[in-house]
């Protein structure tokens, strides 16, 4: 039997996400995929085995209001060209962010459901501690009327006391858990002894906070690894890490591909959540810290108010600078002394079957199949 054709938009980033929702789309669906010529390669690389069509949009181009604005215009076009020649079922957009893309997007006349994939409310309904333009939320606005469902990738973006969104809701984790991983992750850790910590994604101080971190580690006399695991977008975070910490800290320069990425993560004991205080993780945006860990079965150190309505994981919280150094000292103990399975990866494994792929990727075809009218 033929498959029906899917339209999957997506933007420049968020690859972890994008690669999910590609394998799982591509099981039932033949995947047309518009992107930018960047994210094709890394795209067509990690999924040289499945047959995706693609097509390009153009990426950002520097400030110029008239270059985004013309952008935005061709891209919206790019997409209508798309939907009237193949005809698909449904056209999903994953994360968008380009503000002249949104605003011609939002006139675009099209017969086909439009589903939106977002990880954050404040960019997309007025939330009065974190409020954007006038015109960027209409903008949204007009877009979100064309859309018949919106995927939030934590549950407590739904909560209606901060959403305000009238569309039909739903949850779609940014990552998923499979068995073969967990499995991965057990042989992993039989081979890594020496404690390793990581921090996940780009390495900026505009989305972590990582001072407290370098200094209270400095001060630990016990040997163990910090990866920053992301692309250094601030180099002097990186220079700060060595001043403080030597040859105890890794870092990358450049992208780092998934299957890099993911290897890291389950060869982790843990995973410092240094979330910035100053962005609404946790109540109106979601952070990959929530499904990096919980996801892969690694536990989640953080500060008591960070990320405090996720409950899907194992996050050890804490109250002050003592409190992290005693956790962080405790999971070391249990490292050195052959107790990590027990007293970590045990109860993260539980905690992880929450994101199970099959039962997530289940959700998400029955629902296309109640949005397109098919049983």
Request: glycine letters at 6%; charged letters at 30%.
């Amino acid at each position: 039997m033929k498959k029906k054709k899917i339209l999957f938009d997506c933007s420049t980033c968020h690859v972890c996400h994008d690669s999910i929702l590609i394998e799982i789309l591509s099981s039932e669906y033949d995947v047309l995929l518009l992107t930018t010529e960047k994210k094709k390669k890394i795209l067509q690389q990690q999924f040289s085995d499945i047959s995706i069509k693609y097509f390009v949009k153009d990426e950002y181009s520097g400030p110029s209001r008239f270059r985004n604005l013309n952008r935005g215009y061709r891209n919206a076009l790019t997409m209508k060209k798309i939907i009237d020649a193949e005809k698909p079922e449904f056209v999903l957009i994953n994360s968008i962010f380009d503000n002249s893309y949104i605003g011609f997007l939002g006139f675009l006349r099209v017969k086909i459901p439009v589903i939106l994939f977002l990880h954050d409310i404040h960019a997309w309904s007025f939330v009065r501690d974190y409020p954007i333009g006038r015109l960027k939320l209409l903008a949204r606005k007009r877009l979100l009327k064309k859309t018949q469902a919106v995927f939030f990738t934590s549950d407590y973006l739904l909560d209606k006391k901060n959403n305000a969104i009238e569309n039909r809701m739903y949850v779609f984790p940014f990552r998923l858990s499979e068995s073969e991983d967990i499995e991965k992750r057990k042989e992993y850790l039989k081979e890594n002894k020496r404690p390793t910590f990581v921090i996940p994604g780009a390495v900026s101080k505009v989305t972590r906070d990582y001072s407290w971190v370098f200094e209270m580690l400095k001060g630990i006399n016990y040997d163990f690894e910090l990866i920053l695991l992301g692309r250094v977008d601030d180099p002097s975070i990186v220079e700060e890490a060595k001043l403080k910490l030597g040859d105890k800290v890794r870092y990358f320069t450049g992208y780092i591909e998934e299957s890099a990425y993911k290897k890291l993560l389950l060869k982790s004991h843990a995973i410092i959540g240094n979330c910035s205080e100053t962005l609404p993780y946790g109540k109106y945006k979601s952070s990959g810290v929530e499904f990096d860990g919980p996801a892969n079965a690694i536990p989640v150190i953080l500060k008591r108010e960070t990320l405090s309505n996720c409950n899907h994981g194992l996050f050890i919280r804490f109250d002050d600078m003592r409190g992290f150094e005693r956790e962080l000292g405790e999971l070391v103990k249990h490292v050195n002394e052959g107790t990590y399975d027990r007293a970590y990866l045990k109860p993260a494994i539980l905690e992880s079957a929450y994101f199970s792929k099959e039962k997530w990727q289940g959700k998400l075809f029955n629902i296309l199949r109640e949005l397109g009218g098919r049983k």
